[in-house]
T-cell receptor
Framework: DAMVIQNPRYQVTQFGKPVTLSCSQT?????MYWYQQKSSQAPKLLFH???????NEADTPDNFQSRRPNTSFCFLDIRSPGLGDAAMYLC???????????FGPGTRLTVL | GEDVEQSLFLSVREGDSSVINCTYT??????LYWYKQEPGAGLQLLTY?????DMKQDQRLTVLLNKKDKHLSLRIADTQTGDSAIYFC??????????FGKGTMLLVSP
């Protein structure tokens, strides 16, 4: 039944140690999104893929990268996590841009 | 740019109706959404409305849209303790990404 899956649900990393979060989908949707959500804030879009086309938000730090090797999987790479990168990271998918988005359960990242 | 505003907190008693309000600034918004987020979880789409509609009802949920005033509301009838969560209003234009409000925390007391 799971449609958007995120692993792991909880991730602890050390300051400056690269970390990768993963997202997979069974919906065969064209678009995959990564959001960062800090406590008591709205989800903030980092970037999204429309198929293989990568779209970076203007204010997303260079420290954040993404890969989408195929339709089903999308990865978020944080090259050198800082304390300020501790947050919930949400993956979402949609059939097309502007269509209803389906969210995964999120990965809570802790940076020590 | 686009902006979506919501009140931050709402407290109701179990069995009462809850009304969560949202305003947006983008007059070209095509879709307006309500998402629910429980603690430590992702966002769950509750309902959405096209901008050419005034109202949409789905069981206990009623969405009202006043396009002239750019005002969206979500009414939850017979609110239950399980409805306690953060509710996000979001809007999008055709072929565009979502813009979220900061969320309204709904607290339902027995």
């Amino acid at each position: 039944d799971a449609m958007v899956i995120q692993n792991p649900r909880y991730q602890v990393t050390q300051f400056g140690k690269p970390v990768t979060l993963s997202c997979s989908q069974t919906l065969n949707h064209n678009v995959m999104y990564w959001y960062q959500q800090k406590s008591s804030q709205a989800p903030k879009l980092l970037f999204h893929y429309y198929d293989k086309d990568f779209n970076n938000e203007a204010d997303t730090p260079d420290n954040f990268q993404s890969r989408r090797p195929n339709t089903s999987f999308c990865f978020l790479d944080i090259r050198s996590p800082g304390l300020g990168d501790a947050a919930m990271y949400l993956c979402a998918t949609s059939r097309g841009q502007g269509d209803e988005q389906f969210f995964g359960p999120g990965t809570r990242l802790t940076v020590l | 740019g686009e902006d979506v505003e919501q009140s931050l907190f709402l407290s109701v008693r179990e069995g009462d109706s809850s009304v969560i309000n949202c305003t947006y600034t983008d007059s070209s918004s095509t879709y307006l959404y309500w998402y629910k987020q429980e603690p430590g979880a992702g966002l769950q789409l509750l309902t959405y409305i096209f901008s050419n509609m005034d109202m949409k009802q789905d069981q206990r949920l009623t969405v009202l849209l006043n396009k002239k005033d750019k005002h969206l509301s979500l009414r939850i009838a017979d609110t239950q303790t399980g409805d306690s969560a953060i509710y996000f209003c979001a809007e999008s234009r055709l072929y565009s990404t979502l813009t979220f409000g900061k969320g309204t925390m709904l607290l339902v007391s027995p």
